[in-house]
């Protein structure tokens, strides 16, 4: 976490600091620990006078000194902010002095050469010297650049090793802390293991583009006509010549590891370029151009697509508006998910159109990228997966980071059970707390090796070359994601696999894979695979998502004076529970050009508002709208009378309890919500505004954007941020079909 100080007002915590070496790092430390008031006396050291007179009439310390051992006298906390190569020697007269108990650190770059020189100088590593590396910089350089606000909100790695001192430690990182830094601690070889690859290598490289191209004879002309990309990349290096050629020195073991790793993936595209390798080519490519954002978001926990920068992203909905027009909400994130995953498992080329650019399905093209797929896009809603066969997936270079979706984790949980490579799946905060048992134990009983944290929870760990057996399960609960991940494991297991509902759910999996040509055999409740089969690429369009569709059916059910056309929707009859419960609660739906795409029904949905009546939902009901009962319990608040429903348990494991989540938030607006433990019982009445919480649920964000359709005073929605999840455009498509609801404070 980072904290911005104010200055002054921290009490001290040591009597000196002492900065040695005042350049830029050693400057900025220096000046705003001064600001901040954390130490009653920063003194200064530097080998040059003009910079010991600068920095005390610049207000980076208090005084300098003349000489180091002066310096150090009654030191509480030394920094030594040296240049790397110079710090085996200053490390040598440090040792001569007498230190007492202060604190040792450092700035360098290079963690491990600055603990075997320590140790060299001292006869063993000091206990009370914590090794540091703040990774912060600017164009320029010197006592005259130092900031005291340089280290805010940048990161601080501090390299403590065995038989560090906790309390050195600790005091080290609160300084770092009280200049706004966001402070890690790290092991010695692996910082610098890390530093290699992502500073280190980066500046060898531009510093060695630009040396060779300024050698060759056409060398004017080439930085003549020398685009954006080439000066962004070449920026690094016009950066210190003598402080690179320390630290390349310096860390010259961990950059050779990494410059053998970059140079044989080079050899491997010059050879794509030698043989006209254009898969290969176009395989790096949209890696690359993914992975940066990719990462960024797995460092960031945050949506794949950033709806704003915001730790509470509050939506305001007013009350009032109706909906007409026509809409075209974003695809189906179910029909996504597969189009990636069995696309991916194909033979040839299949192009998907309609694709749901939101978070979730974002994490499975990134899934399959990290296992060796080729995928270019999404674009614009169109995807083209380069089928590498059954039995063609790679093992991904680390952890598969799935985010906040659940369907991605449960549906590639089977499909990696039967690889010959093992896996983890991982995911964010919310997804870390869904259970996956329900998953992990069938997939066990077929001979998989999986491994969970407490209670079942992620991240998964799958054993490979894993020898499945299919068998016969009958699922204790209706779950669209058990069953395919199930169905899906059977690919690859010995003989049949078969999985009976008790209720039904969604058949996507069933469908599509019938569409790629893989033989299933649904017979009642009870679907069934056998291996030795494969799938051949396919054309997919995605119809739009009944789920995101059920957010403006509602919206226009209760919404006085509403008439509105939702385009091209899926009515897959495992999904349309959302349409027949509104029909029995009085909505106004009709149904029209109804037909089929790609083995899934679609059709346009007219809504008009209705007065709608409370009801008992029947339990048959219940898994075919599973997802949809956030906002279904909005349309029961703004019925006559009462709506009971009774065998939802499930919605209590979603992304969040969304039985208790929705009964307190409309509790808030003055709803009489009772949750019971399979359900809820919901007295329609009048709506009042006031303050509720999505809880990061993004269909309890939406439902609740829905109710202030008929509020009688604004609703303020906290924690929205994952809106993004599985809507990307809500609030444009809300805003332009007559909805009163927007981000609080944007213009």
Same mark, same amino acid.
């Given at each position: ?30 000046? $705003? ?6 130490? #009653? ?40 902010? &040296? ?32 603990? #075997? ?28 650049? !130092? ?27 609160? =300084? ?11 092991? %010695? ?18 510093? $060695? ?14 930085? #003549? ?9 070449? #920026? ?66 945050? &949506? ?71 995928? +270019? ?17 790679? !093992? ?19 499909? =990696? ?83 009976? +509902? ?66 091209? %929707? ?70 006559? $009378? ?12 979603? +992304? ?92």
């Amino acid at each position: 976490m980072t904290h911005d100080i104010s200055l002054k007002q921290q009490k001290p915590i040591i009597d000196r600091l002492v900065v040695i070496g005042l350049g830029l790092i050693g400057g900025s430390f220096a000046k $705003g620990l001064l600001e901040s008031g954390l130490c #009653r006396e920063v003194v200064g050291f530097d080998p040059n006078a003009d910079s010991r007179v600068l920095a005390v009439e610049l207000g980076v310390v208090d005084r300098c000194v003349d000489t180091l051992e002066e310096a150090c006298r009654d030191a509480c906390v030394i920094q030594l902010a &040296a240049p790397i190569l110079a710090m085996e020697t200053l490390l040598e007269q440090l040792s001569q002095l007498e230190l007492g108990d202060a604190v040792l650190t450092d700035v360098g770059s290079a963690k491990g050469n600055l603990v #075997r020189c320590a140790t060299r100088a001292f006869g063993g590593m000091p206990a009370r010297f914590v090794p540091g590396h703040p990774i912060a910089g600017s164009e320029r350089s010197g006592i005259t650049a !130092a900031d005291g606000s340089l280290f805010r909100r940048h990161k601080v790695i501090l390299t403590p090793v065995h038989g560090t001192d906790s309390q050195a430690l600790a005091v080290v990182d609160r =300084l770092w802390t009280a200049l706004g830094a966001d402070v890690e601690h790290m092991d %010695v070889d692996h910082h610098d293991e890390v530093l290699a690859a992502t500073s280190h290598l980066p500046h060898l490289l531009a510093f $060695g583009l630009v040396d060779s191209l300024a050698k060759r004879h056409e060398n004017l002309e080439i930085f #003549r006509y020398a685009a954006g990309g080439f000066r962004d990349f070449t #920026r690094i290096a016009g950066s210190d010549p003598v402080m690179w050629h320390d630290i390349f020195l310096a860390n010259r073991d961990a950059v050779l590891a990494t410059l053998d790793d970059f140079r044989t993936d080079l050899d491997a595209l010059r050879a794509a370029v030698d043989e006209g390798d254009g898969h290969k080519l176009l395989g790096v490519f949209t890696r690359a151009r993914a992975a940066r954002e990719h990462f960024s978001k797995i460092l960031a926990r945050r &949506a794949y697509v950033d709806v704003m920068h915001s730790n509470d992203l509050i939506f305001l909905a007013n009350p009032g508006g109706s909906l007409t027009g026509q809409l075209r909400v974003p695809g189906d994130k179910s029909i996504s998910h597969r189009s990636i995953m069995l696309g991916s498992l194909a033979e040839g080329t299949t192009e998907v159109e309609g694709f749901l650019e939101g978070e979730d399905a974002l994490a499975t093209i990134q899934a399959f990228r990290d296992m060796g797929v080729v995928i +270019e896009g999404p674009h614009q809603g169109r995807v083209t997966v380069h089928g590498v066969g059954l039995h063609g997936l790679q !093992a991904p270079p680390g952890p598969i980071y799935l985010g906040n979706s659940g369907t991605s984790m449960r549906l590639l949980a089977g499909l =990696l059970a039967a690889q010959p490579f093992d896996t983890t799946l991982s995911g964010d905060a919310s997804l870390t707390k869904r259970p996956m048992n329900r998953v992990a134990k069938p997939l066990r009983e077929m001979g998989a090796v999986i491994e969970t944290a407490a209670e079942g929870r992620p991240p998964l760990s799958i054993r490979g070359g894993q020898k499945l057996s299919g068998m016969h399960y009958d699922m204790p609960m209706a779950s669209a994601q058990v069953k395919s991940c199930l169905l899906l494991a059977g690919l690859y297991a010995a003989g049949q696999t078969s999985v009976t +509902e008790p209720a039904p759910t969604r058949d996507h999996t069933e469908r599509m894979l019938q569409g790629f040509g893989y033989p299933v055999r649904v017979e009642g409740s009870t679907a069934t695979v056998e291996p030795g089969h494969k799938l051949n690429a396919a054309q997919i369009e995605v119809p739009a998502d009944i789920s995101s569709a059920a957010f403006f059916m509602v919206a226009a059910s209760i919404a006085e004076g509403s008439d509105v056309t939702l385009e091209h %929707v899926g009515i897959n009859p495992t999904r349309t529970g959302v349409i027949d419960i509104l029909k029995l609660m009085g909505a106004d739906i009709e149904l029209s050009n109804q037909r089929e795409v790609g083995g899934e029904p679609v059709a346009d949905i007219r809504v008009r508002a209705a007065q709608l009546k409370g009801i008992e939902i029947p339990e048959a009901l219940v898994p075919l709208a599973i997802d949809e009962f956030p906002v279904l319990f909005v349309a029961a608040a703004c019925a006559q $009378g009462r709506t009971v429903l009774r065998g939802a348990e499930e919605l209590r494991v979603k +992304e969040s309890d969304r039985i208790q989540v929705m009964a307190d938030g409309l509790q808030t607006l003055g709803v009489k919500a009772e949750p019971t433990p399979d359900g809820i019982v919901i007295e329609g009445g009048p709506m009042g505004g006031g303050e509720v919480w999505a809880h990061g649920d993004h269909r309890i964000a939406m439902s609740f954007s829905v109710a202030g359709l008929r509020a009688s005073a604004p609703i303020r929605i906290h924690d929205c941020a994952n809106v993004a999840t599985s809507f990307p455009n809500f609030l444009a498509l809300a805003e332009r079909a007559g909805m009163r609801v927007s981000v609080e404070g944007a213009s």
